[in-house]
């Protein structure tokens, strides 16, 4: 066949494409259940971070395997672990207002802490996280936050900055009062229990993380409200919760 010729730069082209395309395949089925034991690991490592079982970097430290066992056993019953993909699913039930509350994922420990997810919209893309209920379900023990693309040093800082999660610890959920929890731009006011300070120069990530916080938190509304006034009996949101999915 004559190398210089249309067809041979035409099968040659095909055949090359056929054969990356196959590798790829290959390589992308060989590491599809890895990736995806990573990803778990990864979404329980900042349920776990938030629920101040420890610090993220710990998590990452003893790998999946022992991150995902340690969570499997200090659970309270059984749990669907939501991923991100499934978090942006959820959303768009919540905006289009087609969402009951017990479909969205709680996670309750054997210590009496639950968790529960947020996702929504940053400035330059999606941003979501997990808020630590203690006990009453209205006190925060705790929070972690993640980005897809906010700045680094400015919005990026719902993530990085330590201090920024902290600010939520102690805080409360309080229904029937405005928003039942707020970011507040230039400080949340003196003596309001369900605020905390937004970064400053993130703006408009704030805005987005408050946002997808309220509209998450509205939510669940029935679920957490219920075990507000019942907190004798902590496992019925976690099990009303989960009862779809299993």
Known sequence: MNTNSNAYTVIYTAIVVIVVAAT???VSQKLGPMQAANEKAE????ILT??????????????NAQT??????????????ASTADLKALNYKIKDG??????????????????????????????WGYIALDKDFKTVVGAYFDHESESP?????????????ARFAGKKVIYGEGEPFSIVKGGAPEGKE??????????????????AIVSWLNAYRTSIEAAQ??????????????AEEE
């Open 24 to 26: 790829l395949a290959l």
């Open 43 to 46: 979404t329980i490592s900042q």
């Open 50 to 63: 938030a629920a101040q079982f420890g610090q993220k970097e710990h998590w990452q430290e003893i790998g």
């Open 68 to 81: 995902i066992k340690f969570f499997e056993e200090n659970l309270d019953g059984g749990a669907t672990v």
């Open 98 to 127: 087609s969402i009951n509350a017990e479909e969205l994922p709680v996670y309750s420990f054997k210590n009496g802490v639950s968790v529960i997810a947020v996702y929504g919209a940053g400035l330059w893309g999606p941003v």
């Open 153 to 165: 040093g400015l919005g990026g800082k719902i993530k990085d900055d330590a201090s920024f999660r």
């Open 194 to 211: 369900n605020a905390v300070d937004a970064i400053t120069g993130a703006t408009m990530t704030s805005k987005g993380l408050n946002a």
């Open 229 to 242: 006034n019942a907190p004798d009996t902590l496992e019925g949101m976690a099990e009303t919760s989960n």
